[in-house]
């Protein structure tokens, strides 16, 4: 069973930086994409920043510039920068992975999540 672990969360204010750390228990290479996502109160889950076992990276739009994903495949561990943080930027963060099976759906696994909150 995969199990992914975040870290990094915290209270800062407006125009500050975090880094959200997520550890898996095996190899990260394994997975065909990594991400972050966020949920707000009261809003759905957003996808935030997405890399692919190749490398390409995505982002949501409301964070390019400012966001950072990157991984460390050696300690299997993805990461997320934030910088110039915006109290609308305040969300629990949760890490996933998925795997590409083929036929059938992929298989996604999420973290336990980590609480980001931006003050202004």
């Known amino acids: 069973q995969v199990q992914l672990v975040e870290s990094g969360g915290g209270l800062v204010q407006a125009g500050g930086s975090l880094r959200l750390s997520c550890t898996a228990s095996?190899?990260?290479?394994?997975?065909?994409?990594m991400g972050w996502y966020r949920q707000a109160p009261g809003k759905q889950r957003e996808l935030v920043a997405a890399?692919?076992?190749?490398?390409?990276?995505t982002y949501a739009d409301a964070v390019k510039g400012r966001f950072t994903i990157s991984r460390d495949l050696a300690k299997n561990t993805m990461y997320l920068q934030m910088n110039s943080l915006k109290p609308e930027d305040t969300a629990v963060y949760y890490c996933?992975?998925?795997?590409?099976?083929?036929?059938?759906?992929?298989?996604?696994?999420w973290g336990q999540g980590t609480q980001v909150t931006v003050s202004s």
């Open positions: 996933n992975s998925r795997l590409f099976t083929g036929v059938m759906a992929p298989v996604d696994y």
């Open positions: 095996g190899t990260i290479s394994r997975f065909n994409v």
């Open positions: 890399i692919t076992n190749g490398g390409t990276t």
